[in-house]
């Protein structure tokens, strides 16, 4: 109920003419217009209050009233209206206090920017002092004494405390969202994800809309390019400038000056940043026509982050381009590969099939034609895969002449791809053709997303066929993949039960004297089960020299000879000499020799109970290491036998310079050997030839009595094979062949 019920009307509000009172323009203005809520019971005060302010402007901006008859009402407004800068109050409505209750819950409710004035009809009625000091209000008035100007000057004083608080408040908070910004801004993953954050936060800052977009030009002058827009731009995003509609923003945006302070022209408000090396950076946001100060002073602050946050960014970029690119080749790397395959594998709705591809000759076309004509080559290969119609995703070139291709598993074929690695290409004028090993692999449910296993995976593809099927193009499938596993497997194994000998045995296999057939050495054979079966030396030698444990079995070998060999002297038995098999890979390792000596000696053997065997490959490759480790044994007083001779590598050169004692006839001259054809055969050449050389003879793979006689005819001493017996565990072999 009103308290001025019964007041005439000209003590509710005297609105005097009064000299200097605003114009009021026949258009309503477009700027945004303050807003004051009028909060009374009585529908005659909102009239005149409607009748004094009508048209009046303060701070060069118009005024607009919003109206409410009661608290409730006045609630109802304000969650209809943003930003209303003064709120008119009676003192006394629905209730004597509810004026004053509503203050209070205005308060309350977190509304501190919005400035209060107090309105009474009956001044004694709740005293002035006591409300100023509870109450967060700007001015309490009665009705009688706000004339026209009287109220203008209050609502311009409040207004502008108002506008002062907001512009501090506004600052306080933009500046809040400049700190959290920078943080979330500079932990963006690329330049697409920061220019979308600055977008965003731009539009919190102006209080608009993201309706706008972001342009990067680079330092080259090349085209602008939108890489991220919102709103009614977002179709753009990704394509140049130039897709826009004609019309004056493209040009806006070309003109730009190159300050970090803002433009507002058009209906748009624009920013430039710049910074090395990522070019320049520019926004453009839908903002219409002005800017306060105070958000001019918040954006040059926001650039300032901003600038920083692009060059950091672009410094990302480019070392993520580092990353990813082979500097050499400016194409994929491993890197970049692994990125595809984990986004592949992601995506288990496509069958997809990499493969590893090993140009084998890459090495000795560096060697015979340079490395600038290599390089030449190797683009070359890479062009053509780039160009393969296999749905590649991905080629990429991931080591000295490897590459990695991801692709269809329909498409990616064996047969075409080895005849893009294996083609002649002319290169710097020359004409150069490879020698290529491939290795493909399909993916499939198996590896899940596991970017790791699938990695493994196609490693040991490529490593499988490179050793059994070099210089070919295979699919690596579920038999392949079942004999790399158990390789795996051994090695493993091998690695475990190396050291200490576990799952190991030697055997020693009789040489026998053609002419009496005494026993007169034997050599030392390994022997190894795992997993309760045998399994050949021809399996587990090469994986035990390619993970360097040769050493380790050569040292049990010595172990067990010289266990055998001080058991044989205890029993009165005569010496007999015992050969051992060294790995080339030992050979080749620092001070072997004189750690094999002091093996050989600490087992109580000595050069009349043990003598070594080297492959004739190993020999006749003239590393000058190796031939320096065997010619410490040899001046140690060992003996030294040549194994395998005749398989291929031999060099006659080669023999003067290196330190042998014995050759031994390789099974594959043995073979075919005949009386009647005897002096014919190649053996015969070899036995010709260690007597002129005065080296002895030892005939391996003798398994019938034709080829004991043939051998016998043609003055071979000494031989061995099935036919004078098979290997036998070493505490057998006197028993079961009768040595004394």
Same mark, same amino acid.
């Given at each position: 109920?009103?308290?001025?019920?019964?007041?005439?009307?000209?003590?509710?509000?005297?609105?005097?003419?009064?000299?200097?009172?605003?114009?009021?323009?026949?258009?309503?203005?477009?700027?945004?217009?303050?807003?004051?809520?009028? #909060?009374?019971?009585?529908?005659?005060?909102?009239?005149?209050?409607?009748?004094?302010?009508?048209?009046?402007?303060?701070?060069?901006?118009?005024?607009?009233?919003?109206?409410?008859? !009661?608290?409730?009402?006045?609630?109802?407004?304000?969650?209809?209206?943003?930003?209303?800068?003064?709120?008119?109050?009676?003192?006394?409505?629905?209730?004597?206090?509810?004026?004053?209750?509503?203050?209070?819950?205005?308060?309350?409710?977190?509304?501190?920017?919005?400035?209060?004035?107090?309105?009474?009809?009956?001044?004694?009625?709740?005293?002035?002092?006591? #409300?100023?000091?509870?109450?967060?209000?700007?001015?309490?008035?009665?009705?009688?004494?706000?004339?026209?100007?009287?109220?203008?000057?209050?609502?311009?004083?409040?207004?502008?405390?108002?506008?002062?608080?907001?512009?501090?408040?506004? %600052?306080?908070?933009?500046?809040?969202?400049? /700190?959290? %910004?920078?943080?979330?801004?500079?932990?963006?993953?690329? @330049?697409?994800?920061?220019?979308?954050?600055?977008?965003?936060?731009?539009?919190?800052?102006?209080?608009?809309?993201?309706?706008?977009?972001?342009?990067?030009?680079?330092?080259?002058?090349?085209?602008?390019?939108?890489?991220?827009?919102?709103?009614?731009?977002?179709?753009?995003?990704?394509?140049?400038?130039?897709?826009?509609?004609?019309?004056?923003? /493209?040009?806006?945006?070309?003109?730009?000056?190159?300050? =970090?302070?803002?433009?507002?022209?058009?209906?748009?408000?624009?920013?430039?940043?710049?910074?090395?090396?990522?070019?320049?950076?520019? =926004?453009?946001?839908?903002?219409?026509?002005?800017?306060?100060?105070?958000?001019?002073? $918040?954006?040059?602050?926001?650039?300032?982050?901003?600038?920083?946050? &692009?060059?950091?960014?672009?410094?990302?970029?480019?070392?993520?381009?580092?990353?990813?690119?082979?500097?050499?080749?400016?194409? +994929?790397?491993?890197?970049?590969?692994?990125?595809?395959?984990?986004?592949?594998?992601?995506?288990?709705?496509?069958?997809?099939?990499?493969?590893?591809?090993?140009?084998?000759?890459?090495?000795?076309?560096?060697?015979?034609?340079?490395?600038?004509?290599?390089?030449?080559?190797?683009?070359?290969?890479?062009?053509? $895969?780039?160009?393969?119609?296999?749905?590649?995703?991905? /080629?990429?070139?991931?080591?000295?002449?490897?590459?990695?291709?991801?692709?269809?598993?329909?498409?990616?074929?064996?047969?075409?791809?080895?005849?893009?690695?294996?083609?002649?290409?002319?290169?710097?004028?020359?004409?150069?053709?490879?020698?290529?090993?491939?290795?493909?692999?399909? $993916?499939?449910?198996?590896?899940?997303?596991?970017?790791?296993?699938?990695?493994?995976?196609?490693?040991?593809?490529?490593?499988? /066929?490179?050793?059994?099927?070099?210089?070919?193009?295979?699919?690596?499938?579920?038999?392949?993949?079942?004999?790399?596993?158990?390789?795996?497997?051994?090695?493993?194994?091998?690695?475990?039960? =190396?050291?200490?000998?576990?799952?190991?045995?030697?055997?020693?296999?009789?040489?026998?004297?053609?002419?009496?057939?005494?026993?007169?050495?034997?050599?030392?054979?390994?022997?190894?089960?795992?997993?309760?079966?045998?399994?050949?030396?021809?399996? &587990?030698?090469?994986?035990?020299?390619?993970?360097? *444990?040769?050493?380790?079995?050569?040292? &049990?070998?010595?172990?067990?000879?010289?266990?055998?060999?001080?058991?044989?002297?205890?029993?009165?038995?005569?010496?007999?000499?015992?050969?051992?098999? @060294?790995?080339?890979?030992?050979?080749?390792?620092?001070? &072997?020799?004189?750690?094999?000596?002091?093996?050989?000696?600490?087992?109580?053997?000595? +050069?009349?109970?043990?003598?070594?065997?080297?492959?004739?490959?190993?020999?006749?490759?003239?590393?000058?290491?190796?031939?320096?480790?065997?010619?410490?044994?040899?001046?140690?007083?060992?003996?030294?036998?040549?194994?395998?001779?005749?398989?291929?590598?031999?060099?006659?050169?080669?023999?003067?310079?290196?330190?042998?004692?014995?050759?031994?006839?390789?099974?594959?001259?043995?073979?075919?050997?005949?009386?009647?054809?005897?002096?014919?055969?190649?053996?015969?050449?070899?036995? !010709?030839?260690?007597?002129?050389?005065?080296?002895?003879?030892?005939?391996?793979?003798?398994?019938?009595?034709?080829?004991?006689?043939? *051998?016998?005819?043609?003055?071979?001493?000494?031989?061995?094979?099935?036919?004078?017996?098979?290997?036998?565990?070493?505490?057998?072999?006197?028993?079961?062949?009768?040595?004394?």
């Amino acid at each position: 109920m009103s308290d001025t019920s019964n007041a005439p009307a000209d003590d509710l509000l005297e609105f005097a003419p009064e000299d200097g009172a605003p114009d009021r323009p026949g258009t309503p203005s477009a700027v945004r217009p303050w807003y004051v809520l009028v #909060v009374d019971d009585d529908e005659d005060v909102h009239a005149t209050t409607r009748f004094a302010l009508g048209g009046a402007r303060i701070l060069g901006r118009p005024v607009e009233l919003i109206h409410a008859h !009661s608290a409730a009402e006045a609630w109802a407004r304000l969650g209809e209206v943003k930003d209303i800068a003064v709120a008119l109050i009676d003192v006394v409505m629905e209730t004597p206090d509810a004026g004053l209750r509503l203050v209070r819950e205005l308060r309350e409710a977190g509304l501190r920017e919005m400035r209060i004035v107090l309105r009474t009809g009956q001044p004694g009625y709740a005293p002035e002092v006591s #409300v100023i000091s509870s109450y967060e209000i700007d001015d309490y008035r009665t009705k009688s004494e706000l004339t026209q100007t009287r109220l203008l000057t209050v609502l311009t004083a409040t207004i502008r405390a108002y506008d002062q608080i907001r512009t501090i408040s506004r %600052s306080r908070a933009g500046l809040e969202m400049i /700190v959290e %910004s920078a943080t979330k801004l500079f932990t963006r993953t690329n @330049l697409e994800l920061f220019s979308r954050g600055v977008l965003t936060q731009i539009a919190a800052l102006l209080r608009v809309p993201p309706n706008g977009l972001v342009c990067v030009r680079s330092l080259a002058g090349a085209e602008i390019m939108i890489v991220s827009a919102a709103g009614g731009f977002a179709q753009y995003a990704g394509r140049p400038l130039s897709a826009l509609p004609d019309g004056p923003l /493209v040009d806006l945006i070309a003109d730009l000056p190159r300050h =970090a302070d803002p433009v507002v022209e058009g209906g748009f408000m624009m920013m430039h940043f710049g910074a090395e090396p990522g070019g320049e950076l520019i =926004a453009v946001i839908e903002a219409g026509s002005e800017i306060a100060d105070a958000d001019r002073t $918040l954006l040059r602050l926001f650039a300032t982050n901003i600038a920083i946050g &692009f060059e950091n960014q672009a410094l990302i970029d480019r070392l993520d381009h580092m990353a990813h690119v082979d500097p050499v080749f400016d194409v +994929p790397n491993l890197n970049a590969f692994e990125t595809a395959l984990s986004e592949r594998l992601a995506d288990d709705q496509i069958e997809c099939r990499t493969a590893l591809v090993h140009l084998e000759s890459h090495a000795s076309i560096v060697a015979g034609y340079g490395l600038r004509v290599a390089r030449s080559y190797l683009r070359a290969i890479y062009a053509a $895969l780039a160009e393969y119609e296999m749905g590649a995703l991905v /080629v990429a070139m991931i080591g000295d002449g490897t590459f990695a291709l991801i692709g269809d598993a329909s498409r990616l074929d064996p047969a075409r791809l080895h005849a893009i690695v294996t083609a002649a290409y002319k290169t710097d004028g020359v004409e150069i053709a490879s020698t290529a090993t491939s290795a493909l692999l399909d $993916l499939d449910a198996a590896f899940g997303d596991d970017t790791a296993a699938a990695m493994r995976a196609l490693a040991a593809a490529l490593q499988h /066929v490179r050793r059994t099927r070099r210089n070919e193009s295979v699919v690596f499938d579920a038999t392949m993949r079942a004999e790399s596993d158990r390789r795996s497997a051994l090695q493993r194994e091998l690695k475990r039960t =190396a050291p200490d000998g576990e799952g190991f045995a030697v055997h020693l296999q009789p040489k026998i004297e053609i002419a009496t057939g005494r026993v007169v050495g034997a050599e030392a054979l390994l022997r190894w089960r795992y997993d309760g079966r045998a399994v050949s030396p021809a399996e &587990f030698i090469p994986i035990a020299e390619a993970t360097g *444990l040769t050493e380790a079995l050569t040292d &049990f070998v010595v172990t067990e000879v010289g266990r055998w060999a001080r058991a044989r002297a205890k029993s009165g038995a005569t010496p007999l000499p015992v050969a051992v098999n @060294l790995s080339p890979i030992d050979l080749g390792r620092q001070g &072997f020799a004189a750690r094999l000596i002091e093996r050989v000696r600490g087992a109580g053997l000595s +050069p009349a109970t043990i003598e070594f065997e080297v492959t004739e490959g190993v020999a006749m490759q003239s590393t000058p290491w190796a031939i320096g480790q065997l010619q410490i044994l040899k001046d140690s007083g060992f003996r030294i036998a040549l194994d395998d001779f005749g398989t291929g590598y031999s060099s006659l050169g080669n023999f003067g310079d290196f330190p042998i004692d014995t050759l031994k006839i390789d099974r594959k001259f043995i073979t075919p050997l005949a009386v009647a054809h005897a002096q014919e055969s190649l053996a015969a050449v070899i036995l !010709s030839m260690t007597q002129s050389l005065r080296v002895g003879c030892v005939a391996e793979g003798v398994e019938t009595e034709e080829q004991c006689k043939a *051998l016998q005819l043609l003055g071979c001493e000494v031989a061995q094979g099935y036919l004078f017996g098979k290997p036998a565990d070493i505490g057998e072999f006197d028993a079961l062949f009768g040595v004394k």
